[in-house]
């Protein structure tokens, strides 16, 4: 869409845009660029000898066992994380939505924690489940389950997956909350009117309504089940026990750093981005298509 | 207005030629106490001459302070001195052009240096195939064996005697779990324990090459059926509940001192975090060993870290650097880090000089990592180790040892894919550094 | 409310309640955590209400630090935290809205390029070109420093997104009647745009303060020095794995003390906190 009304100037423009042109450049493209370049060398970590060889990186990559498995717990982590902090916020909003009374106390009390940072909400779950001296811990050998997340990759995975979890509660409930509260009432009296349940209103009209944002927080989750839970991961298990948690985000992370592969590790970073390409645009293309300005 | 001038570039000219010291930048990774042990050594440094002027930062962790001195490097900044872990050896010794080796440091400044003063394990991981120390050893640890006395005697077993073979570590176990306890046995650095110093211990190698000592060109020889006969022991004591799995690095030492695990596998430097928190009698000893193999117990390896010199500095800074080597490798110096820290003294001159200060016979536990490390000249196989990347080799190994315990797979497929996997980044990083 | 159904409404509150309290949970087990013994939280089952070292442990924190890892007090943790998260936060808002301004109400050459050089950010996080922008900045010499911190991080675009759908939404005869009057574009973005924008400048503020205080991974690769470290990093390396023993009860009372500030933060702001993320959506 554009404005009728514009102003001339030869080099205002140029100079508004220029701080963030020139930040996008060197922080942004100028690393997208070197990482491309990267993946298609083989270095020793300090740049001493460096050998041009094509697609190798990407070839062993995609040989490498341990890879394809990284991409099979990122695609088990993030619909973990999206399906499970989609229900639950969507359950709480609709509660929300119903009560008139202390609706406001209980959205404040539910929408702190997206102040929390995904590594603090990491540690502070791997404390309750810690295997000596959680809580949690002392709760479920209490009841037989033998709990030790260090060598159970499952537990593992599911440590992370509550932590990643809880902390998007609260981002989740406010949009189902705001998107509820969107809907016009006339709507729901009249399915009433006709008789439906509040089960069935839900499911034949509410749902319904709600799926640009359902669809839309889809989009968001995976991506931060992507990228935005790096820091749960290396906040506690770093990607083990046995490489169970080793999600591919932390992967190039710790190929790039700790086990100083640079060829590996920008070869999956170029892969990373082409996922994160693909999202964006869908999400894009799917979603803001349906607003109008 | 022009006297002015003057004066105060005289006097700058002046200050700044009286305080011709040359800065030392020393990047380590020793934090809390020992951080604090490191500054004191380099206060006693700069404190005893005026040339140089050492200067300790604490880093992070040995990969995160590694990582922070490659790109500093790569910018044209690195220190003098970086401190970096045993497994990044190789990594190190391979960048020729990074990196000025110690002997060749030593010498140009006619600083005294003599290898055969350091314990051998120690000497040995350091050294090329030439016999040239190539990075300084700072603080060097073992493996050694924790047992909880009172746990002992309530099992029936004499508190006084620790098992010595790893059958009695199983019949050991067995008592224990039948008397209540919680879980009898863990462990931890498993890979540094069960696999690396399991194999000099017993005198058998890790991989070809004097396990790589003596070329890039090595292979991974660590499953064989006595490794395989290890594994096997270890998960079926996990299976029966008698071996509770800590985790890949200390974190084993936490469950031996809540009581929780009565046997204890782990570095010596652990010994100060259990003397603080043991609410219950312990002891150490060496580490157990399967009697029925010729030549067992040959001698442990060392873990922790050394000092490498990067290069590309002044010829003046190396002249202090070499002083400070000189400094940090009195007897008397050693001792006092020795003592402080748990890690052992790494040359005969501190070992002596500890055992006359006779802190030992207070100490008892103090002085079973240096016997292991001495327990008997080192052959091929108990020099130490240098295998490329090895942070990802360490890594594969330990993640295979995971698959064991958990019961996922079998020990001899879990040894095969370790030492497939393994080689596979050996192959690696001969490639890279061909140059 | 279609209807009135009071077992629904109950079913309701206790579902809402059941929420809040598995939200909660963590967070009062923290608390209680830093106010213990490192003793007693080793010996398990960890008691549940809290204990009486709350001063001791808060003050050790703040001034001294752990004593086994990282030995950087919490009180420098904290003002550099404070320190990224306003200059993210300032910095990206000031820029975003240069160029959103300049890209709706002018017409230039290579307006379509610039846009498109931003909106492509979107899909670079920085987790995904992690090495190569460390070696950049490390080349750069900006390692340990606030401005390494921060401005590698204040280019992306969601801002300029959010100011550019804002600025469509301003009618038209604003525009003209600024330029009737003769001011140039700068009068009008200073006394006209800007003052309109307060409300999104205040939900963007939320949001972006939350992000720069939460960085995780930046802040880790791009400190090494003690006295750099911001809140979230200096928890995560408390927690030790090296010869030594984590203390928790320090570790929590830390992890309370950075929680705290962009809790309150989005509590308080909540209303513009509330409507900067939903706008930002369309």
């Known amino acids: 869409m554009e404005k009728r009304v514009v102003f001339q100037s030869k080099w205002l423009p140029y100079a508004l845009v220029a701080p963030q042109i020139a930040v996008t450049i060197v922080f942004f493209f100028w690393p997208a660029a070197q990482a491309v370049y990267w993946s298609f060398l083989v270095q020793d970590p300090f740049g001493l000898s460096t050998t041009f060889v094509w697609f190798q990186n990407y070839a062993e990559l995609f040989r490498n066992q341990h890879y394809l498995d990284s991409f099979r717990i990122t695609a088990i982590f993030s619909t973990a994380v999206a399906v499970s902090g989609i229900v639950i916020s969507l359950l709480l909003a609709v509660m929300a939505d119903h009560v008139l009374r202390g609706a406001l106390a209980y959205k404040t009390l539910l929408i702190w924690p997206y102040a929390v940072a995904p590594a603090i909400a990491g540690i502070l779950w791997a404390f309750i489940f810690a295997p000596s001296i959680g809580i949690a811990t002392y709760v479920l050998k209490r009841y037989g389950v033998d709990w030790n997340w260090i060598v159970n990759g499952d537990q593992a995975m599911l440590l992370i997956v509550i932590a990643a979890t809880w902390k998007q509660i609260s981002y989740n409930f406010l949009f189902f909350l705001a998107g509820l509260q969107s809907i016009p009432r006339s709507l729901l009296e009249a399915a009433a009117i006709d008789g439906a349940t509040p089960l069935r209103r839900f499911w034949t009209v509410v749902f319904p309504l709600l799926s640009p944002v359902t669809f839309y927080l889809l989009v968001i989750n995976i991506v931060y089940a992507f990228f935005g839970t790096f820091g749960v991961v290396d906040a506690t298990t770093q990607g083990g026990p046995a490489a169970d948690t080793q999600i591919l985000v932390y992967k190039v992370y710790h190929d790039g750093v700790k086990a100083a592969d640079l060829g590996g590790s920008a070869a999956q970073s170029v892969i990373l981005m082409i996922i994160v390409i693909a999202l964006t645009v869908v999400q894009f293309r799917f979603v803001e298509k349906k607003v109008q300005y | ?435 | 409310m279609v209807e009135n159904r009071p077992w629904f409404d109950f079913l309701a509150h206790a579902i809402l309640v059941l929420g809040v309290v598995l939200v909660a949970f963590p967070l009062y087990v923290t608390f209680v955590a830093s106010t213990l013994t490192f003793e007693e939280i080793v010996n398990v089952p960890m008691p549940l209400v809290p204990g009486d070292q709350l001063m001791a442990n808060y003050t050790q924190v703040i001034t001294a630090g752990s004593n086994k890892g990282s030995s950087a007090p919490v009180g420098t943790m904290l003002f550099n935290s404070l320190v990224m998260a306003l200059g993210v936060a300032i910095g990206k808002i000031a820029i975003s809205i240069l160029s959103a301004f300049a890209i709706v109400y002018f017409r230039f050459p290579l307006r379509n390029f610039f846009f498109w050089m931003i909106f492509v950010t979107l899909m670079l996080p920085v987790e995904v070109r992690i090495i190569p922008t460390f070696k950049v900045v490390s080349d750069l010499g900006m390692i340990n420093s606030y401005v390494g911190l921060t401005l590698p991080l204040i280019a992306s675009a969601t801002a300029t997104f959010l100011f550019r759908q804002f600025f469509l939404t301003v009618p038209d005869e604003l525009a003209e009647a600024a330029r009737m009057d003769g001011a140039g574009p700068l009068r009008f973005f200073w006394d006209v745009v800007l003052p309109l924008s307060k409300t999104s400048i205040a939900a963007l503020f939320v949001i972006q303060f939350i992000y720069g205080w939460n960085q995780y991974l930046w802040p880790l690769l791009i400190t090494t020095d003690e006295s750099m470290y911001t809140a979230v990093i200096g928890i995560k390396r408390m927690i030790v794995t090296g010869d030594a023993l984590t203390e928790w009860n320090l570790v929590m009372a830390t992890a309370m003390l950075a929680l705290l500030p962009p809790a309150l933060v989005v509590v308080l702001m909540q209303r513009w906190f509330v409507k900067g993320l939903v706008e930002t959506e369309k």
């Open chain 2, 1 to 435: 207005m022009i006297r002015k001038t003057l004066f105060a570039a005289l006097a700058l000219a002046f200050a700044s030629g009286a305080q011709a010291q040359t800065e030392i930048q020393w990047w380590h990774s020793m934090g809390g106490a020992l951080g604090d042990k490191v500054n004191e050594l380099a206060g006693k440094f700069n404190a005893s001459q005026k040339d140089y002027k050492v200067v300790p930062t604490f880093k992070g962790s040995y990969p995160e302070s590694m990582t922070a001195a490659i790109a500093a490097f790569r910018a044209g900044n690195a220190p003098h001195v970086l401190q970096v872990f045993e497994v990044g050896t190789a990594t190190m010794m391979a960048a020729r052009g990074a990196i000025l080796p110690v002997h060749k440091l030593m010498k140009d400044a006619d600083e005294p240096f003599n290898p055969k003063a350091y314990i051998g394990p120690v000497a040995g991981y350091y050294t090329d195939s030439k016999g040239n120390m190539l990075s300084f050893p700072f603080n060097s640890s073992t493996a050694i064996f924790y047992w909880n006395k009172d746990a002992f005697k309530k099992a029936g077993l004499d508190p006084e005697k620790p098992p010595r073979t790893w059958k009695e570590v199983v019949a050991a176990a067995e008592k224990l779990k039948a008397s209540g306890q919680q879980c009898a046995y863990t462990t931890s650095w498993p890979s540094w324990i069960h696999i690396e110093n399991f194999s000099a211990w017993h005198n058998v190698p890790i991989g070809t090459k004097e396990n790589g000592l003596a070329g890039t060109d090595t292979q991974f020889q660590f499953n064989t059926p006595l490794h395989v006969r290890h594994l096997t022991m270890l998960q079926d004591l996990a299976k029966r509940g008698m071996f509770s799995y800590a985790g890949r690095t200390n974190q084993g030492g936490a469950k031996f001192t809540s009581g929780e695990c009565a046997m204890l596998t782990e570095s010596t430097g652990g010994q100060a975090n259990v003397r603080r928190g043991a609410k219950f009698n312990w002891a150490v000893t060496q580490i157990p060993y399967w009697d029925d193999v010729k030549g067992a117990p040959q001698n442990a390896i060392i873990g922790g870290a050394s000092l490498w010199v990067m290069g590309g500095k002044t010829n003046n800074a190396y002249k202090g650097v070499a002083r400070f080597f000189s400094f940090l490798s009195r007897p008397e110096i050693q001792m006092e880090w020795h003592k402080a820290t748990g890690y052992v003294p790494i040359t005969y001159a501190a070992y002596d000089m500890t055992k006359k200060s006779g802190f030992y016979k207070e100490n008892p536990g103090a002085e079973v990592a240096i016997k292991m490390l001495t327990n008997k000249p080192a052959t091929a196989n108990s020099k130490g180790l240098r295998f490329g990347n090895f942070v990802q080799g360490r890594e594969v190994i330990e993640e295979e040892i995971e698959a064991v315990i958990s019961g996922k797979k079998e020990p001899k497929a879990a040894l095969d894919e370790a030492v497939r996997r393994g080689n596979e980044i050996l192959r690696k990083f001969e490639a890279a550094n061909k140059g």
